[in-house]
């Protein structure tokens, strides 16, 4: 990954976060700056960290496709 991909941060198949990243070391996402966020397959209206830079919250970081 680096810097502007977009990921999703995911809990489980139908709970993920996603956003742009915004710092990589090692390869690895360390910060994301938060664009939305899923809770089983609906979008949460207005997330409490809606467009701040956040570390990964779950267990898997893939990239996202809207």
């Known amino acids: ?3 502007g991909d977009r990921i999703k941060d995911i809990e489980d198949g139908d709970c993920y ?3 742009t990243v915004s710092k990589v ?3 690895k996402v360390i910060k994301y ?3 939305g966020v899923y809770w089983n397959g609906e979008e949460e209206d207005s997330p409490e ?3 701040k830079e956040i570390s990964p919250k779950w267990w898997l ?3 996202y496709e809207d």
């Open 17 to 19: 976060f996603h956003g």
């Open 1 to 3: 990954m680096k810097i």
């Open 61 to 63: 970081i893939e990239r």
């Open 49 to 51: 960290q809606l467009n």
């Open 33 to 35: 700056i938060l664009e």
């Open 25 to 27: 070391e090692d390869g």
